[in-house]
């Protein structure tokens, strides 16, 4: 069994996911299945990601066929920036765990701290950009943070989610979420990784006793994390592969880790991280790596420019 962290209220979460955001269609059913099988406990979704379908159907055969139980996984999705407002973030909600063919969620995140024009559900191609038809970027300032919380919130009241929490938010939103919540947000999942260890953010996210998660762990493959010489000598020393040490830093930081992968050697390799343990010399060292490198830079992903208030370096950085 992976190895589980305490969430603030009281529910637990396995320390490292399977991430399923760029796995080619029609692949990662079947990687999901695999995973599962080889003890992976915990998956990370997301709307927009657009294959929560395929993987309800890895979900429904592991269900189905008792390789595991439904309270032995962890699911987490996010709700996508289209969807703020109150009445949609429970369409979304419910969208989301039709498609995924469960009747709760373990983990529901806000996907990123601002708002966009409602374009209808199911997301797709089209529904997704909260654009108008000239392809300008639509905020809708018509909903505010709090107001969607509120709405999260409710989802935990309905039974629909275990958690809540959020994503992709810098301090100055964490300090403000804080001050209205009723339910706090017990995770913010953020890019962290050894070339962007994030640790002022961490610590005072810590402070309001949230917990980071960390996405694009191997720094999504972009960035030379794995090549990094520090890296490579540390996984000579540890007999591990440099994945395993940057997986094991993050998890013995008291980061939850979700690495995508869509190869059976590789999903293994990572889920082996969690047995692996460095010694304090070797984890400041890691440390020291930091350069605030993003892999996720937004810029790259959104098919339109992409306004400053959302750029801001200290909201992405710290
Ligand atoms: P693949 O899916 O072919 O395994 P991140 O989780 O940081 O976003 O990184 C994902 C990228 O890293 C993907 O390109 C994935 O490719 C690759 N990857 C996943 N696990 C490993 C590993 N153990 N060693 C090397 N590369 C990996």
Known sequence: QPLVFDLPDGNRIPCLGL??????PGQISGVVEQAIELGYRHVDCAAVYMNEKEIGTAFHRV?????VKREDLFVTSKLWNTCHRPEHVVQACKQTLADLQLDYLDLYLIHWPFAWEYCGLPLNENTWKGVDNTGDICFDHGVTLQQTWAAMESLVDQGLVRSIGVSNYGLAELHDIVSYARIRPVVNQIEVHPLNTRAEHKREAEKLGIRIEAYSPLGSGTLGVLRDETIQNLAKKYRATPAQICLAWNIQRGCVVLPKSVSP???RENLEATSLRLDENDMERINQLDRALLACDMRTYWPYPVP???LRPERLLR
Do not use: D, F, I, V
């Not at 991430?19 to 080619?24: C, H, P, S, V």
């Not at 269900?63 to 390789?67: A, H, I, K, M, R």
């Open 265 to 267: 050697e590789r999903l």
């Open 308 to 310: 400053e208030e959302a």
């Open 63 to 67: 269900l189905s066929n008792g390789t």
């Open 19 to 24: 991430g399923t955001w760029k796995a080619e």
